[in-house]
């Protein structure tokens, strides 16, 4: 059984293998993976006759090549998993790590289908390997052309096709095998061949999909367990032999990270980057372990060194992670690294950059009418990045799946895979019918503590000035807003601190009704509402909202709430800070710019309240005319204004800011949906903006005294 799952094992990994890739391969990666073979199997070598001095039962010679070849290959398939652990796997170096370690495992097998043959009998061993050669040319071709046929052929008969060719292919992998094993080599070489010889196509996606979880969750576990019953620690129980583990693992790890530093001056990388490479190409994976059992199996090797190798290669894999994360940190990219980070910094003829983020399919219609009403034009086109947040479950790896490809269609997909493809499905639909809109979607799957990182880390990489989250909470039938997941609330307090552009905060209570309404000639068909109180925040809410203008289905209020002549003061000084007047300023030019270029839209109101305090302030929106479908706020994450005090006191969720929890909390505005913008670099002054050019710019703290709610507040 366990040689059995681990032929199947091997036919998958075969299956999942585009040959095509290592013809694509540069002068770089090339080099990093010979040398990453030649000098650590040089040093596997001298390791293996020095353990020879010291064995009581030596082993044979043809050993030290297995011996070799086992501290030499790096396991492919753990590391991708350990590089998406660390938040790697779209860096730099892990692009170089995987395709260095792709590189290695094709070696691997080469050295399989030699070694095997070579260690039964050296006089046997040349024709073993050229019956192997011509295996594999059947195999490519005359086995691949004939499955493209017969897959051609019966292409229309679905329901055949996903009873039986599955079970077709699981035979003709064992056959495979048998016959590699009968001509001198080890089956599994067989079953990897007719695994690379099948066409990758609907057939693989089909096979992996019903064999991913049950070979590698149920099967090869067998596997692991009889290597485990192969080791006799009483053959390393005294002093010495555990010293020779320990110069074993010191050495075989100082090899890698040797010859990548080697490789590090001849192509100029850095130092960090080379250590790192060198301690991520001592992950050890299956094909180590199958070389050392089929060296035990031949009586190659003892079993002294049959438990020193496996002992030395769990301890060295086990320890990559943890090194890997107390030594090597990515270096960021800097804060400058692109330079339209918010809305206001995106100029009318620049493209906007949108990431939008959604959970369930229940996001997707609220977040796709926001988008829609976003109003790209011809000068200013929009670029969604539609990203679907999926929790990592189970043995998945984190990752970050772009769907630029043609999507699974597989007979039984998973939960989270048929939701992809209904979100997909709506965001292509939004991108078919706005031309001036392009969709690119993706799904990243992570635990939900560091999804944020996937998050901001995406956000920088596409350069995206606005980041769209959907609020925790939906709204039920009854008109309540309910938790809909509390792990939500966290990502997006998360992104709040760590973004490296604007976020919007969606609440969505259904806008997507609103928008749908009407027909496309009607003149208006959504009113929306932007309170404006002041600070960099609401000039970015502000800023948003003007986009929406151009839309000829939409009606704009922009009330703004200016002080009285009772206004509460924020301390007991009445001296105005410099950066207060600075701030001042900044929002009243821009005030006035909004006013000046919308003086002739009909379809835009301006209108100015006085208050004096946080109870007139919300008496004043709570007076307001309840018909509006949206309205547009700014969180006020620095912004300490006397129109506002002690509204947060009593806030449920501060991540909405003082205004925007007052509307999502209140009965007053159930059937509007709600966005809050919280404005990218809310502590420094900046320069630059549209609308007018000095838009980016912020204020200082009002005060940092918070004063208890006086009398009469909510």
């Known amino acids: 059984m366990a040689d059995l799952s681990l032929l199947f094992y091997v036919f998958l990994t075969g299956l999942e293998i585009e040959v095509s890739a290592f013809l694509r391969v540069g002068k770089k990666i090339m080099g990093i993976a010979v040398t990453g073979i030649l000098i650590p199997m040089g040093i596997g070598i001298g390791l293996f006759f020095l353990l020879q001095k010291c064995a009581h039962n030596p082993a044979t010679t043809e050993g030290c090549m297995?011996?070799?070849?086992?501290?030499?290959?790096?396991?492919?398939?753990?590391?991708?998993?350990?590089?998406?652990?660390?938040?790697?796997?779209?860096?730099?170096?892990?692009?170089?790590?995987m395709s260095v370690a792709m590189l290695n495992d094709m070696y691997a097998w080469v050295f399989i289908a030699v070694l095997v043959p070579v260690g039964v009998s050296l006089k046997t061993a040349p024709y073993s390997i050229i019956a192997i050669i011509f295996f594999t040319l059947i195999c490519l071709y005359v086995v691949r052309p004939t499955i493209e046929r017969i897959i051609h052929h019966h292409s229309s008969d679905k329901e055949h096709y996903n009873e039986y060719y599955p079970c077709f292919m699981l035979i003709g992998a064992i056959i495979c095998g048998c016959i590699t094993?009968?001509?001198?080599?080890?089956?599994?070489?067989?079953?990897?061949?007719?695994?690379?010889?099948?066409?990758?196509?609907?057939?693989?996606?089909?096979?992996?999909?019903?064999?991913?979880?049950f070979v590698p969750g149920i099967m090869l576990p067998i596997f692991f367990a009889s290597c485990g019953m192969r080791i006799d620690f009483t053959k390393i129980a005294d002093s010495s032999s555990w010293f020779l583990v320990l110069l074993v693992i010191c050495f075989a790890c100082m090899a890698k990270i040797l010859s990548s530093l080697i490789v590090c001056f001849f192509f100029d990388m850095r130092l960090r980057d080379g250590v790192a490479l060198g301690l991520l190409m001592n992950t050890k994976g299956i094909l180590s372990l199958v070389i050392l059992n089929v060296g035990w199996d031949k009586k190659i090797l003892n079993d002294q060194y049959y438990a020193v190798m496996v002992v030395a290669i769990l301890v060295m894999t086990s320890a990559v992670t943890p090194i890997m994360s107390f030594v090597y940190r990515p270096i960021s990219k800097g804060p400058n690294i692109y330079g339209l980070r918010t809305v206001q910094r995106s100029n009318p003829d620049t493209e906007l950059r949108v990431l939008s983020c959604v959970h369930t399919t229940r996001n997707v219609s609220g977040m796709v009418s926001l988008l829609d009403v976003s109003h790209p034009t011809r000068l200013s086109p929009m670029t969604v990045f539609a990203l679907h947040l999926v929790e990592l479950t189970g043995r998945s790896s984190a990752m970050l799946i772009v769907h630029s490809t043609p999507r699974s269609t597989a007979h039984?997909?998973?939960?989270?895979?048929?939701d992809s493809n209904l979100i997909i499905n709506a965001f292509e639909a939004f991108e078919n019918d706005n031309h001036l809109v392009t969709v690119q979607p993706l799904t990243a799957m992570s635990?939900?503590?560091?999804?944020?990182?996937?998050?901001?880390?995406?956000?920088?990489?596409?350069?995206?000035?606005?980041?769209l989250l959907p609020f925790h909470k939906h709204l039920t039938v009854d008109g309540r807003m309910e938790d809909e997941n509390a792990d939500y609330r966290a990502i997006n307090l998360n992104v709040l601190a760590h973004a490296p552009c604007s976020v919007g905060l969606f609440v969505?209570?259904?806008?997507?009704?609103?928008?749908r309404s009407g027909g496309p000639n009607d003149i208006v068909m959504c009113h929306f509402a932007m309170l404006f109180i002041g600070g960099p925040d609401d000039l970015e809410a502000l800023a948003y909202a003007c986009r929406m203008v151009g839309d000829p289905r939409i009606s704009l209020t922009v009330v703004r709430f200016l002080p009285g002549k009772n206004v509460v003061k924020m301390e007991s000084e009445t001296n105005i800070s410099e950066g207060e007047e600075r701030q001042t300023t900044i929002d009243e030019n821009y005030i006035n710019e909004f006013r000046l270029k919308t003086?002739?839209?009909?379809?835009?109101m301006y209108i100015e309240k006085i208050v004096n305090n946080g109870e007139e302030t919300v008496s004043a929106i709570s007076a307001m005319?309840?018909?509006?479908?949206?309205?547009?706020?700014?969180?006020g994450t620095e912004t300490m204004s006397p129109l506002t005090l002690g509204l947060s006191e009593w806030s449920e969720n501060p991540e909405l800011g003082a205004i925007g929890d007052v509307l999502v909390s209140s009965s007053f505005a159930l059937n509007s949906s709600v966005l809050v913008v919280q404005k990218y670099g809310s502590g420094d002054h900046q320069n630059g903006g549209t609308l007018p050019s000095y838009g980016t710019s912020r204020g200082e703290h009002f005060s940092s005294i918070r004063q208890r709610v006086m009398g009469g507040l909510i």
Not at 412 to 418: G, H
């Open 181 to 213: 094993d009968a001509i001198g080599a080890h089956s599994i070489v067989g079953a990897f061949v007719f695994g690379l010889s099948i066409p990758k196509g609907d057939l693989v996606e089909e096979l992996l999909d019903r064999l991913d979880c």
């Open 412 to 418: 039984n997909p998973s939960r989270a895979q048929a």
């Open 66 to 97: 297995f011996w070799a070849v086992a501290l030499t290959i790096t396991g492919f398939p753990v590391l991708t998993r350990i590089l998406a652990d660390l938040k790697l796997l779209h860096s730099d170096i892990g692009r170089i790590a």
């Open 447 to 467: 635990p939900y503590g560091t999804m944020h990182e996937d998050i901001c880390s995406l956000a920088e990489d596409k350069r995206v000035a606005l980041i």
């Open 599 to 604: 003086v002739d839209k009909k379809s835009v």
């Open 508 to 515: 969505d209570r259904g806008l997507a009704g609103a928008v």
């Open 625 to 635: 005319d309840n018909s509006y479908d949206l309205y547009i706020v700014g969180k």
